[in-house]
């Protein structure tokens, strides 16, 4: 796979999901694997696309089989030791925006203390996540009366700002809080 894409700079999704044989952990440890080699022999153009198509297999899983989030979570970390690296930044992503209800969960728990450096990950995407909402505020739409979190970035306190509602798409306006 590594040697192939050095000639062709063409990541083979369809190689990986062969070798895998449907088996869908398989598949995740796959992609694993490649990236780790890429990562040893310093083929960082070949990082990116491996996470992405890891990224592509976990979003086909179903939504609440932590199967396969638990297996890429455990190979990841087992063979990335640092912070902030293509494959551990997208599965800690992952897991905050699409999966959030393996938080939840106690082998969740286990894994955050078994492999520091994806609690780390979480961690840097937790708080990436909370500085986008702290801008927000809520308001309600003067036409369907829907209440939404909206930015007033600019605007000062008791000020009239414009907004369009998420729900209704109208516009409608809104005494700053």
Known sequence: M????????????????????????????????????????????????VAGDLQSALEAQEFDDFTSLVAAVTKCFELVSHVDAPLGRTIAKFVMDKRRAFTATDEFRRLLKRYPVFGAEVTLMTSELLSVLQGLRPSKC????????????????????????????????????
């Open 2 to 49: 590594l040697l192939k894409f050095i000639y062709t700079n063409e990541y083979d999704t369809e190689a990986v999901t062969k070798l895998a044989a449907e088996d869908k952990t398989k598949r995740i440890s796959v992609s694993v694997g490649v990236y780790s080699v890429a990562d040893k022999y310093a083929v960082a153009r070949l990082c990116r696309p």
């Open 142 to 177: 003067t036409s369907c009366h829907a209440e939404g979190l909206y930015r007033f970035d600019g605007y000062s306190h008791g000020q009239k700002a414009y907004k369009y509602c998420t729900n209704c798409d109208r516009q409608f306006w809104c005494i700053v809080p």
